[in-house]
């Protein structure tokens, strides 16, 4: 392997390797350097898609609506997830968010002489979870290198990473863009997932000249996620973040909190005029906390990028790292890339191949959940609508205790309205997960069966679901001791409105003088009467007869 | 690795070429050549002769190691004489063999998923020149390059 030893400069995967190197790609490609520009563009020849019929639909912009006429952007983006696993990558310091600065150190993740990396078997299982899950190819061997640059939160002065043979590669993931941006299915290429370590936290103080560093990141397991530059615009790149954290919260690789830390996304972002097959100069923004921050984030620098263009400034555009500065809503340079970056990659001596099993790979994928898109799909298939699918599929947690009420035998579209509505609102209102309420799937179920065999109204339904939420208890129950039965005799019901009526006889003249409408005023008595038991339709039937009555 | 032990190499095999590690490296900023590099990728069927000579000073550079004038001119025929060395691999025709990712036959060594706290870590904090109590105080450094 004497070519591993002298290794042409790559910056990043964007840029993709020369054939010789990657054997096992599938696709081919083919890499053209512009020398005036930094800048190497690709052409694959998977790539070649057909011209949009009609440019992505954007939330509210005209003026970004006008530029995609002209324009398409190309965007890809570069996902850093922080895996929960108990110890780092290649040493047993704990791995717990919000300790204490540098008190999860060992000379391994310090890098002090002679101490030498062990790799985690969970990282291997998370990484090729997350593999499957992006329906990738698996490397059966693959390996990891050095990628080396110096900085202060790098101890050893190099990240162990996987450069030329990363774990997974050629994959896809399928995504449902919300209705209130167009809706419709989308799919974006994975080119790549592979394994690497975290490097520790800077912290920059205003005053004075010097930083502070927490290495208690340092060597925290991180899987990169790669995706082709399929992105068209801010809307999908939302999206696609977002199916990323549903999946890795799914497979339960990562808690996914783009606030923490531990889902992080780069954009790479270019723009061509429609119909050019050559990609323009690539810009990469960082610093999105949110997916929204993200989209914004995209719509900004399109904007830019299309300006210049327009203004007959193209060459203004150069490779560079862009910051979004969230308060003034655009973003920034942080620095001009000056060449591109040499990180002279070579394979880490101190760790042997990473070697999976056919049988391993095959136990895996069957233990895998059902993924957010699988679910989705059978949602749709149960005849609900986009909207509630993409509600219930969107939280593991709240998809899994939808299955169990309708496992139960409740009626599918009941249970996703309780869901979608009153729950809902009761967990935002409580700041609570669906993990935390006591009402459990199977009195829910109780209480839709409840409503649909009409032991109990509707409206008495939703009166005792707050205090199943929050007291628990069960649905039977409930009803006995609150003596809740809907009462559905017709003599009954009719006692009570001819007393409505007899106590009313103002507004009795009144409703058969014309005010019809008066109806509902005889109903809420009614109503007050019985507690809210009487049934409705029953009330309202024999209301009308005996309002209409000639007496 | 490969790099320091040829550099180790050199210095014993003739009179040293001094090199001085540079204490503070955050200051300068880099400017990459963009020609000159230590070798370009081949496959196996570029003669060595073509192999590019080192560029000792951007090599230095990019190991944060300053270098006179004097010691490039000295340190460049050596560097070169190492890479010639290996450039005799280029020979082998490799086109019918599957590239081997590493030599050794096993892969493994797993660790399992067992925290472990580090019972020395004061004394790693204490021989932390500039450990300022909490964290490790550094440089303001903004960017990598």
Known sequence: MSTTLFRTIQPNHFTLLTNALLRTRRTSRHISVRCQTSTTTQQSSSQQQQPRTSAPKNHGSNKLDEILKDYEAVIGIETHVQLSTSTKAFCSCPNSYGSHPNTSICPVCMGLPGALPVLSSKVVDFGVRLGLALNCSLSLKSKFDRKQYFYPDLPKGYQISQFDVPIASGGYVDVDIPLEFGGGHRRFGITRVHMEEDAGKLLHSDAGDYSQVDLNRAGVPLLEIVSEPDIRSGVEAAEYGSEMQRIVRYLGVSNGNMQEGSLRCDVNISIRPIGQAEFGTKVEIKNLNAFSAMSRAIDYEITRQALLYNQGQADQIVTETRLWDEGAQKTVTMRKKEGLADYRYFPEPDLPEVILTQEYVDSIRASLPELPEAKRRRYEAMGLGIQDVLFLANDVSVAEYFDEVIGKGADVKSAANWLMSDIAAYLKNEELSISDVKLTPQELAELIAAIKDETISGKIGKQILFELLAKGGTVQGMIKEKDLVQITDPVEIEKMIMKVISESPKQLEQYRSGKTKLQGFFTGQVMKMSKGKANPALLNKILLEKLNAKD | ?145
């Open chain 2, 1 to 145: 690795m490969a790099t320091t032990r040829a550099l180790l190499a050199i210095r014993s095999a003739s009179p040293p070429c001094i090199i001085r590690i540079k204490a503070s490296t955050f200051s300068s900023s880099l400017s990459f050549q963009r020609h000159g590099a230590i070798a370009r990728c081949f496959s196996s069927d570029t003669n060595p002769s073509v192999l590019q000579p080192p560029d000792v000073s951007r090599l230095a550079e990019t190991a944060r190691i300053s270098v006179t004038p004097a010691e490039i001119e000295e340190c460049g025929p050596k560097i070169r004489q190492v890479i010639d060395w290996f450039g005799q691999l280029q020979q082998v025709d490799v086109n019918s063999v599957e590239p081997a990712i590493r030599a050794e036959m096993e892969g493994g060594n797993l660790r399992e998923d067992a925290p472990e706290t580090f019972e020395n870590r004061e004394s790693i904090r204490a021989s932390i020149p500039s450990f300022d109590e909490v964290y490790l105080k550094v440089p303001k450094v903004l960017n990598k390059e």
